[in-house]
């Protein structure tokens, strides 16, 4: 019972980007220190060290340089731990992949984030809204205390 | 006697630790208020993080001597109890310690440990991270390749050699006042009467007749000086806005402790917690005359004081940037000047 | 201290790796230290290499000018309108003028909003996390105009071909909302300069750091407002047509270390706000698009614009469907950090962080223009880009 409440009283969140446009990524720093959306009062912190995380939030199509750091961070992030993939590069590869041109897609954009490590809670939006970031991890968090 | 004794060793760390909860939940709360938003519940980032890091996976350090570096923090909380034990009056009877000098060599253990605690860790952001960097084509200028943790390393030792004057010239200035090294003979010159204690037991209600005589030297001239001194060495040593370069967010992202996880970090944020104690329980007694007691009243008042100079700092630390050690140096030697001064005007007062 | 502090043989190398928060994007940064202080650095920028002018070849053009909004999530205005830009320049195709007018006051908006968010993180670099949150709460009322007016936060899509969309036509609700908000924001901008330049801790930090000369400026070809904070530079609003009626200063600032950066875009800001107002005042009636084209072959066609950060080059060429054969896009981050490689030699690696964020880095933008002519690749040389950039549009 300790367990439970130790995990919900405190979660810590990283942030990954895997080489999207980066409006996701200022959203997610939106999130963290805007006092508007104030992140911190919902007892969930920001950091950037692997191994303090719970949470990684990945946002962006995984690219050929990106795909071995994915793996490697997500392997240093110690159980239980959830991924939420933020945005619509990180949930389907958004407009980067599969647009329909004669050409066909490009070489650089690999493969979908959840096609690397599996992936918890999909958040969609072009950039993702702050209160559907907020929304999505706060919805995952049922399934870091089921772990 | 043996009662006592073994009562105090038991129930004054644990008060330590207790209070030690309370305290960085209260500096983000004090910062958030001052970025005018809400930020975290006091607890969170005090206790609650701790117990959550207990229940984490174990896993293996990226560190050539993995089980030195976990037991590292253990040994500076260990640390640390001995320091608050050390100004308890049940132990002056026991041991010759209960002095500043063994104080101030405690504290240096603890500057250490962070110089060793980074030597022995190997974080993955930095050096190893799986990416092509000597290829052809690109520039190899450095005989070596260095991780983050290293370089905090060097930091530290500069901060060291630089940055704990201020906080140990502070320490000293009671000591010239009262002419003695001792903690009874200094509480005993401030009105605290360590043999009254226990007239009632250790619930004693009497308790505010006692702390309305003490006569604190912080009330003196060479006092006040000597706590606002006390008060810059104290952020210097625990290495915060403005003196964290060795914690810089901007390039070393976390310094010394990035590859603990689960029970080791939970263990990490204990040691620091008693370090922030310790320094502000050291200050009371030292400069207020009130040590902390079997005396449950008096206990409670000693650590509700020692939760003032948290606040303070926060706020000190809301309104700075980063310092690096262009400005460092020239700081803390005008800091180390002022002490000096103290020094001496107290050595004025007593002749 | 620039280039004479380059030194040949260096003690230690410090790589800084994909994720760091020194910069919100993957980049990797060598920097070669000698107790503290840099002698050379080199910064890699291909983990975020997409491909994208090859996504868009064989595109219908209306559809492939969408994916020139996400190619940067801070200027993503910017891009797409110097997209059609091209494409109308090419087929002559008229542009009423009160569409004019509402792309102006988009770009400016989004000019503020990409300024605070520097502001924002060049002190969250310094590690004022006070002053972060501040400017990051100045935004929100730019950031909550945006989305009046487009309906998104970012990505608002408002030019099309020939016009603006008639669904961001400014009615009387966006009109007043636009006036309200912004009646204010000038002097909260000014007093935010104000008290970072009042503040002495933040000042010996900023002061005298970083400092990139004229000559090296004019060498690197630095653009923007990282190069017109060390004396060089144009600013290539005055040479548009579409900011022609309208009277703002152009920011030069002679010493070239961070603060001038930092005071240069503050002072930029207040510029911005001062042109919404104007173009709000004298906003023209009339129709907002001009559909009456038809899309047919057209050779190479260019055109070049002033982004937040500096100047962006766009070419485009259609086939005789209207599809796109070919398109190019250079944007002013790639020699903005050249530049700071340069900039940040001499001074301690703390410093070294806050000269590479303090360009306003958009490494999301970054490619290289290579210009392919009857089959065979040619790259643009410098002295071409600074004849192109003087000379005119």
Known sequence: MLKKLSRKNAIHVMLFYTGGCNGCDIEVANVAWSPRYDLEQYKVILTWNPREADVLAVTGPVLRRTIEPLKKIYEAIPEPKIVAAVGSCGVRCGIFKDFGGELGDSDEVVCRVDEVIPVDAYIPGCPARPEDIIAGIAAGIPLLLER | ?351 | MGEKARKENAEVEIPIGLVHPGMLEPYRARFFVEDEVIVDCELTLDPYHKGIERIMEGMPVHKGLIITERICGICSHIHLWNGTRAVERGLKINVPERADYIRVIMAELERLHSHLIYLAHATEVLGHETMCMRAFTLREDVMDLLYIISGNRVHYAVPIIGGVRPRCDIDDYRMSELKTRLSKLDVKIGDYANRIINDSMIMSRVKGSGVLTKEEAEKYATPGPTGRASGWGVDLRKKMKEYKKFDFNVIILDDGDNKDRVVARALESIESVKIIKQALESLPSGPVSNRSFELKEMKFSTSYIEAPRGEIYDSLSLDETGRIRSYQNRTPTLTALASMEVACIGDQLTDGMLTMASCDPCLACTNRAIVVENGKEKIITEEEVKSLIRGGL
């Open chain 2, 1 to 351: 006697m043996m009662i006592e004794l073994i009562l105090a060793t038991i129930l004054i760390p644990l008060a330590a630790l207790i209070t030690g909860f309370f305290i960085p939940g209260l500096e983000r709360k004090v910062q958030a208020r001052i970025q005018q938003r809400i930020g975290p519940p006091i607890l969170t980032p005090g206790f609650w993080a701790i117990l959550k890091f207990f229940y984490k996976e174990k896993i293996k350090p990226n560190s050539p001597m993995p089980r030195l570096f976990h037991s590292l923090p253990i040994i500076g909380i260990f640390v640390m109890f001995f320091a608050v034990l050390f100004t308890t009056p049940d132990w002056w009877g026991v041991n010759a310690l209960g002095t500043v000098v063994a104080v101030v060599g405690l504290l240096k253990v603890i500057e250490f440990l962070f110089m060793a605690i980074g030597s022995f860790s190997r974080s993955i952001l930095s050096v190893s991270m799986p990416y092509a960097d000597q290829i052809k084509g690109a520039v190899m200028k450095g005989e070596y390749r260095r991780f983050f943790e290293q370089q905090s390393v060097i930091r530290a030792f500069k901060m060291i050699t630089v940055g704990s004057f201020p906080l140990y010239l502070a320490m000293f200035v009671p000591v010239v006042l009262v002419k003695s090294i001792n903690f009874s003979d200094i509480v005993q010159f401030q009105g605290f009467d360590a043999s009254l204690i226990y007239p009632g037991g250790m619930i004693d209600l009497m308790y505010l007749n006692k702390i309305l005589s003490l006569k604190p030297i912080l009330f003196t001239f060479p006092g006040m000086l000597a706590g606002f001194v006390y008060f810059i060495g104290y952020i210097m040593l625990l290495n915060e806005y403005p003196f964290s370069i060795e914690k810089a967010k901007s390039d070393v992202i976390e310094g010394p402790s990035l590859e603990y996880a689960a029970w080791a970090r939970g263990g990490y944020y204990l040691m620091r917690e008693s370090i922030l104690f310790v320094l502000s329980s050291v200050f009371i007694t030292l400069f207020i005359g009130l040590p902390p007691t079997l005396n449950l009243p008096l206990l409670l008042v000693h650590c509700l004081l020692c939760l003032i100079m948290p606040i303070l700092f926060s706020i000190v630390s809301a309104f700075s940037p980063i310092f690096t050690f262009k400005q460092i140096y020239p700081v803390s030697m005008g800091f180390t000047a002022l002490g000096f001064l103290t020094i001496v005007l107290s050595l004025l007062a007593v002749m």
